[in-house]
């Protein structure tokens, strides 16, 4: 079992930026993908951005369109988290975000993932 808790959600007007973490626990593997996915009022979850282990040293990052070049995911193995920092913020970003967590590579897919966390809210005005 995987336990995962989100942290660092908060409202913030738009342009601004948040960042959120991510603390894993139980049966954590630094070899493995970890995601964030986003559930705004009266729609699906959807994929926000994702990290998958490369071999070595190396991690790789996908990202949902409408996130490049202002989100970024990163981790940091030794203490079990994943953040996402979230820059230049548009009201359309307003949703409870989630991290999961997966064996494997990373999917853009829910139904891929093992392991949610609880959510954490984001709120952007314009």
């Known amino acids: 079992q995987v336990q995962l808790l989100e942290s660092g959600g908060g409202s913030v007007q738009a342009g601004g930026s948040l960042r959120l973490s991510c603390a894993a626990s139980?049966?954590?593997?630094?070899?493995?993908?970890m995601g964030w996915f986003r559930q705004a009022p009266g729609k699906d979850r959807e994929f926000v951005a994702a990290?998958?282990?490369?071999?070595?040293?190396?991690?790789?990052?996908d990202y949902t369109e409408s996130v490049k070049g202002r989100f970024t995911i990163s981790r940091d193995n030794a203490k079990n988290t994943v953040d996402l920092q979230m820059n230049s913020l548009r009201p359309e970003d307003t949703a409870v975000y989630y991290c999961?967590?997966?064996?494997?590579?990373?999917?853009?897919?829910?139904?891929?993932?093992?392991?949610w966390g609880q959510g954490t809210q984001v709120t952007v005005s314009s």
């Open positions: 990290t998958t282990w490369g071999g070595g040293s190396v991690y790789y990052a």
């Open positions: 139980g049966r954590t593997f630094s070899g493995n993908a």
């Open positions: 999961a967590a997966r064996a494997g590579t990373s999917s853009r897919y829910t139904g891929d993932y093992a392991y």
